[in-house]
Nanobody, 130 residues
């Protein structure tokens, strides 16, 4: 059974940077499609970035328009960990962030809806002050 632990959330000033790790155990992450979601108070989870394998060492990656050019989604298979690197942060990035995984499948479609993922981290609070 795959287990995910996402950590690293904290208070950061606008314009600052933060990196959230998501560490996996129980299974090898290289076999899984991964994503980061965030949730605002009273709202559902929205995708921030989604990734799936393209070939041995390359992945398709998609970013939400609101974070494109500011966030990246590096993956370290040797550490069985993915990250959300957040730069030039804005107060509107304040949310609870979750990493998510689903067992990889054939094809190139990226999965962007929360109900398409089977495994979740517990969430980590990120707060950006103005």
């Amino acid at each position: 059974q795959l287990q995910l632990v996402d950590t690293g959330g904290r208070l950061v000033q606008a314009g600052g940077s933060l990196r959230l790790p998501c560490a996996a155990s129980g299974r090898t992450l290289s076999s899984y499609d991964m994503a980061w979601f965030r949730q605002f108070p009273g709202k559902g989870r929205e995708v921030v970035a989604a990734s799936r394998r393209r070939d041995t060492n390359a992945y398709y990656v998609m970013y939400a328009d609101s974070v494109k050019g500011r966030f990246t989604f590096p993956r370290d298979n040797a550490k069985n960990t993915v990250y959300l690197q957040m730069n030039s942060m804005k107060p509107e990035d304040t949310a609870v962030y979750y990493c998510a995984a689903r067992l990889g499948s054939d094809g190139s479609n990226l999965f962007l809806r929360a109900n398409e993922y089977d495994y979740w981290g517990q969430g980590t609070q990120v707060t950006v002050s103005s």
